[in-house]
DNA sequence: CGCGGTAACAAACATTTGTTTATTAGCAAG
DNA sequence: CTTGCTAATAAACAAATGTTTGTTACCGCG
């Protein structure tokens, strides 16, 4: 259904399938992408793929798996890092906004289609993003206790806000553009810790 | 594929159709959700339903542009109100989580699934979600002018963290939760206009 | 050269997909 | 009761889906 271009074929083929197939599916979808698509793109027919895969499905489990993994491995450190919070949470967004800037469409898989996993795989998917959500609260309550945040304000909300923020990147954050991922990710912290009013 | 369950079937029935795709769409995804199920779960046979629709893509094409219409129809209406750009702010931002709350799935199709729409249709949509985010962009930069917002950060990133963080909420967001989508957008207002700085 | 193993191919498989067709039930109007 | 219309059914269609199979090309090593 969707017309896709022909990759070269360099590198471990396993490895070249899954950045094809982790391109695919951010951009498409998991339901939206066919095995022939990957093999098109790959440059190979739709049965030789299964010498080098098990499945379509172990292709989007290890693409999400590998996908949060990143994120938790750019974010973890500096959760209990010894700067002030309100420097650790800066460092943080613009850590998400670099794994995001290094491949949106993983992002984007990372983000939405997980959910087309099978059953038995979802309560990790989901137990790993709430560890990482986990992450920024942790780092916003001891910035509220260190008195370096409102604590006026509802701290659900405000995570679920900058992660909100920071997940709609992939959205639109384009590599080629004027800003670098670091840029982005530090005036994010701008707006989102500082607010907007003057 | 996906278990459904059977709904009551009252009402005219190409509005129950409508209703039920537009539950499984954001929650299968259109990809992920066959006619069969949307057949299964209305409580017909799948042949049945092209006696009230004319395809599945006209489905996901009402769905998409009637739930574009709503957050323009929310939201338009204060962009050049009277009162203070701050304000408007606000109440543009709780209309938007009120019409996500009134519906979540409904978003998630306006949100995501909008690519999937044939070609020929693409550019209206994203012309009307250029279009709403203008919206947000016009009263930011009205603010800027007006003193009212800081002029040291970039708008563009500005606008698209508050819209992130906004189009995310589906994402979260339950109507039998403790907070009522009105309370929820007042406090996604305090958070991304006053910041979490105290 | 010949041998062995990896990975490609060509072709087919059983399902599932969106949709169409021919037929039948239900029901209001004459 | 009969007529006519709407909308349901049952069944099938062609195409697309993920995957498997048998066979052939390739390539380093003896």
Known sequence: MAVTQKVDMDGKPR??????????FGKQGFNGTSMRDIANAVGLLPGSLYAHIESKEALLLEIVAD????????VEPY??????????LRQMIIAHVEVVADNPERSQVVFHQWRFLSPEYIPE???????????????????????????DLNHRIAVLSILGAMNW?????????RLGAAQVGDLMADTLLGGILS
């Open 15 to 24: 490895v070249v399938i899954m950045n094809v197939a982790m391109h695919l």
């Open 67 to 74: 996908g949060i993994g990143r994120f938790l491995a750019a």
């Open 79 to 88: 959760v209990a890092s010894s700067v002030s919070p309100l420097d650790r």
């Open 125 to 151: 998917a989901i137990e790993r993003r709430r560890r990482y959500e986990t992450c920024f609260v942790e780092v916003i309550e001891e910035g509220v206790k260190a008195g370096l945040i409102r604590s």
């Open 169 to 177: 990147t992939p959205e639109w954050f384009s590599p080629d553009g």
